[in-house]
């Protein structure tokens, strides 16, 4: 099987967002890959182990993603590929039109993704690759099972559990308890270093910029507003329980 | 130029779905004098649906109604939506940041090759543009976008906007046949409803959320009795998830899911700084640990340093009092 999985490089979630100068800034920032996608690589590497093929993992992004596609191979995945994000806006609509024009040169079997990157959090970029493809997809899953060139997969639809049947090739997006990521090896790291890696423009996917012109703008930023320390309630459980529903109803006036 | 909103309304559970009013509210706000209003709303046996929807929209309502709609499968709906977009091109499509909104919208914008801004918490009117806010970084910060052209999808988050106001009279219902293609690639087999009678984590207005301090499964029974006393729902920390308490689709946070509800009750949760992304939008946050040092008080309301176990129980009995 030509197993894929789309790759973005986000913050670490423990990481404070401070704006300066308009933007984000990324100074000292420490980047993972992004959990959702972790759990991607994850299963590719699963499926590629019980039914043969490889795994190739793909990015648009900055030459500082390249540092999470090594990760992602020195996990176990074949191939890397990045493709230049500096020439395609961070507009869902343009990653997806990049995305879809690499998957458009390859012969595919099934392709991963992140249920949503815990970044920009459209969660767009893999149902819109789907679509740009004719592939079927299915979001959100908690299990894939891979028979007979079809997939059989649950999917976490509001806490409600659905089972389908996806007829393969086909685009699936990763959810919390699809399975437990591995961490890289040191043989892993050190094989890593000897996988092929790819570098790709836009011109190597027969993609002008104004193919991937931006959709949508940002006009600015905003932190939400800080919120204080309240009070501490006193005296024993019972009262400080009377109290809360007490402060509910007239201070709060929400019960 | 005047445009057409299109909103697709949602069924959940036999009802309209609160964030579908939300969505039309949505519409009314981010349109120009002159701009039409539509909805869709899909499902099986929904006449009755139709005509509560009919009464929020000033135009056209499209009802779709067949039973191998009744449950959501992204190639059947999307056929659906492709033929109500024969009988009105949507300049604006708007859904709730819902399972289906997710699923079913980016493949909206990619068909239509529209610019998507997900996820939405409030509309601005800008010069006859609307500026759209949305949180990233799971609520660490929120950012203020608009479309460069048309055509446009937009999804709003569950209880950010007011809904729209009920108008007179109702809008004309127009029924739309479907005929199921036969050659969908995926299928549904079978819907597990877990949450079947609970109210959605996203849309509920009282949120009682458990952490690593509920200890077990079991643990959480308590925080489900207050839940249920206040017509709220359970949530949980990554910590009381990745110990098996309780399922991932409970969690909350910046993996997991983002809340906003007017109460959110946080029991045995420490506050990490993932958590905090997930819920600090919340009204009013109350907090119950035995920690007194727990970050979790730094951002709540009302803070009870104490035993869970001992403190919810009590909460119940108070607030049973006074709902009842």
């Not at chain 1, 789309?6 to 100068?21: G, Y």
């Not at chain 1, 789907?130 to 299915?138: K, Q």
Request: aromatic share 6%; charged share 20%; hydrophobic share 40%.
């Amino acid at each position: 099987m030509n197993i894929y999985v789309m790759l973005k490089q986000t913050f670490d979630t423990e990481e404070r967002i401070v704006i300066s100068n308009g933007q984000i800034s990324d100074d000292g920032v420490k980047y993972v890959i992004n959990p959702y996608d972790e759990y991607a690589v994850e299963e590719a590497l699963l499926q590629r182990d019980a039914h043969g093929g490889t795994v190739t993992v793909v990015s648009v992004g900055p030459e500082r993603t390249a540092e999470a596609l090594r990760t992602a191979l020195a996990m176990g995945a074949d191939e890397a590929v990045l493709i230049d994000g500096d020439s395609i806006p961070g507009d869902e609509f343009s990653i997806a039109t990049a995305l879809a024009a690499y998957f458009g040169q390859q012969s595919v079997d099934l392709i991963l993704g992140g249920n949503f990157s815990v970044d920009s959090g459209g969660g767009q970029v893999a149902v819109r690759v789907a679509h740009l493809l004719g592939l079927p997809h299915a979001s959100s899953i908690t299990k894939l099972d891979i028979a007979g060139g079809k997939a059989s997969v649950q999917r976490d639809a509001e806490g409600d559990t659905e089972s389908l049947e996806v007829a393969l090739p086909a685009i699936f997006t990763a959810q919390q308890g699809l399975n437990e990521p591995r961490y890289p090896s040191l043989p892993g790291i050190m094989k890593a270093k000897k996988k092929p890696f790819q570098r790709l423009g836009l011109g190597d996917l027969g993609l002008t910029e104004a193919n991937v012109a931006a959709k949508t703008n940002r006009l600015s930023l905003s932190l939400p507003p800080e919120r204080k320390a309240g009070q501490i309630l006193k005296g024993d459980p019972a009262q400080q329980a009377a109290d809360l529903v007490q402060l509910l109803r007239t201070e709060a006036k929400l019960i | 130029m005047s445009k057409t909103f299109v909103v697709v309304a949602e069924v959940r559970g036999g009802s309209l779905r609160q964030v579908s009013l939300e969505a039309l509210q949505a519409a009314s706000i981010a349109k120009n004098e002159g701009d039409a209003v539509a909805a869709v709303l899909i499902g099986s046996q929904i006449t009755t649906l139709a005509a509560d929807l009919a009464g929020y929209v000033d135009g056209r309502v499209y009802a779709v109604d067949h039973p191998e709609l009744e449950i959501y499968n992204a190639e059947a709906y999307f056929d659906v939506v492709q033929n109500v977009f024969e009988q009105v091109t949507p300049d604006v499509v708007i859904l709730g940041h819902t399972a289906l909104g997710r699923d079913l919208a980016p493949k909206i914008a990619a068909h239509l090759g529209a610019g998507q801004i997900s996820d939405v918490t409030a509309i601005e009117q800008n010069g006859g543009e609307a500026v759209y806010t949305r949180p990233i970084y799971a609520g660490k910060a929120f950012e203020q976008k608009s479309f460069t052209g048309g055509p446009q999808v937009v999804t709003i988050r569950p209880n950010n906007l007011s809904p729209a106001p009920s108008v007179s009279p109702p809008g004309e219902i127009i029924e739309i046949d479907y005929a199921p293609s036969g050659s969908l690639r995926s299928i549904v087999k079978d819907i597990v409803r877990k949450t079947s009678g609970k109210v959605d984590l996203t849309e509920a207005k009282i949120i009682v959320s458990g952490g690593r301090g509920v200890k077990s499964a079991e643990g959480f029974k308590p925080l489900e009795e207050l839940a249920d006393v206040l017509h709220g729902a359970v949530g949980a920390s990554r910590a009381a998830c990745d110990a098996g308490y309780c399922d991932y689709s409970m969690q909350i946070g910046q993996t997991g899911k983002v809340v906003t509800p007017e109460i959110y009750i946080a029991c045995g949760i420490s506050g990490a700084i993932q958590h905090l992304a997930g819920m600090s939008q919340s009204r009013v946050i109350i907090a119950i640990n035995k920690d007194p040092e727990a970050p979790i008080f730094k951002v709540a309301d009302y803070g009870i340093v104490g035993d869970l176990f001992e403190v919810v129980p009590l909460l119940t009995r108070e607030f049973r009092k006074v709902l009842v």
